[in-house]
């Protein structure tokens, strides 16, 4: 998938200007990339258009407009957006409690690393997760991680097969869940694997 350029990204001015029609649409986007694991993890697939949303909200919040403060933004986020072998995901632990989300962050230390995905026919594949810093340490994990799932040649043709269906779930001592990917959702993670560039 194509990275993104500083081509590709809108003037703080005329960001402002289709900012709430442009927020509508990722959105509606957003919606059909996100899969709920269990009560209390969410996963947020992201991609092209994700990463730049992300990346103008960051420039209009910090008033970034100089070339070389841009280029952060665009070498931080644009490892974010899959490349056509992989999935890539934001992990949100989330508990409204703050002592329960305390007590629960303790306790599920390493689940970034237990989160797995399955392509019909075949093993799963487990994430690698944080790859620019790591996100827990002996207290605790963080509510938010990065995940990339990596897959081979075979099971990306399989996966973009129509009859073929893709699991998903967390295998960790404190934290279990799986699910079948419902088909619209499926449809969104087919399209990361054919668009790549």
């Given at each position: ?21 442009f ?9 059909i990339?996100?899969i ?14 994700t990463?730049?949303?992300q ?12 070339a ?5 933004e665009l070498d931080?986020?644009n ?14 632990i ?9 007590e ?6 390493g ?15 487990y ?6 810093l790591?996100?827990?340490n002996a ?15 075979e099971?990306?043709?399989?996966a973009?097969?129509?009859r073929?269906?893709i ?11 799986e ?8 449809l ?10």
């Amino acid at each position: 998938m194509n990275k993104l350029k500083r081509d590709d990204l809108l003037t703080l001015e005329a960001y402002a200007g289709c900012r709430d029609k442009f927020r509508q649409e990722v959105m509606r986007h957003k919606a059909i990339r996100q899969i709920q694991l269990g009560e209390h993890i969410r996963l947020l697939f992201e991609d092209r258009l994700t990463m730049q949303y992300q990346i103008q909200e960051m420039l209009r919040v910090e008033r970034i407009f100089e070339a070389e403060a841009i280029q952060e933004e665009l070498d931080t986020y644009n490892p974010l957006i899959p490349d056509g072998s992989n999935w890539k995901a934001t992990m949100m632990i989330e508990y409204n409690e703050v002592d329960e989300r305390r007590e629960a962050l303790a306790e599920m230390i390493g689940v970034e690393r237990k989160v797995w995905i399955q392509v019909d026919g075949f093993a799963s594949v487990y994430a690698i997760a944080d790859e620019d810093l790591e996100r827990d340490n002996a207290e605790k994990t963080s509510s938010v991680h990065f995940l990339r799932f990596e897959l081979s040649p075979e099971m990306r043709r399989a996966a973009c097969h129509r009859r073929t269906g893709i699991s998903i779930g967390v295998d960790h001592p404190a934290y279990q869940a799986e699910i079948r990917i419902p088909e619209q959702n499926r449809l969104a993670l087919i399209e990361d694997l054919q668009n790549a560039a």
